[in-house]
């Protein structure tokens, strides 16, 4: 079984679960309804969390990986292509 998110227009909505509806349980099951909250809404709407996402902005880069670090110790040889045949 697939589980699918979507996002569905609220002109439409009571149709679409209508549709839904007349499926059997075992072929598909709505596990969940929410209303569509946007990444600025959702942050908005949690204590503090726009002070968390300015402050994770502003945030050294501690314990971070560089191109640099993650070039191997020894370099990579190549056997070059023999041309003609």
């Not at 072929?27 to 942050?43: C, N, P, R, W």
């Not at 050294?60 to 020894?74: F, H, Y």
Request: hydrophobic share 35%; aromatic share 8%.
């Amino acid at each position: 079984m697939k589980i699918l998110t979507i996002k569905v227009d609220d002109e439409v909505y009571e149709k679409f679960i209508w549709l839904l509806d007349h499926f059997p349980s075992g072929e598909v099951k709505i596990l969940q309804k929410d209303t569509y909250v946007d990444d600025d809404a959702y942050h908005r709407g949690i204590k503090g969390g726009v002070k968390a996402v300015h402050e994770s902005r502003i945030e050294p880069m501690i314990n971070t990986d560089t191109l640099k670090s993650l070039e191997p110790a020894t370099p990579l040889h190549r056997t070059p292509r023999r041309s003609g045949g």
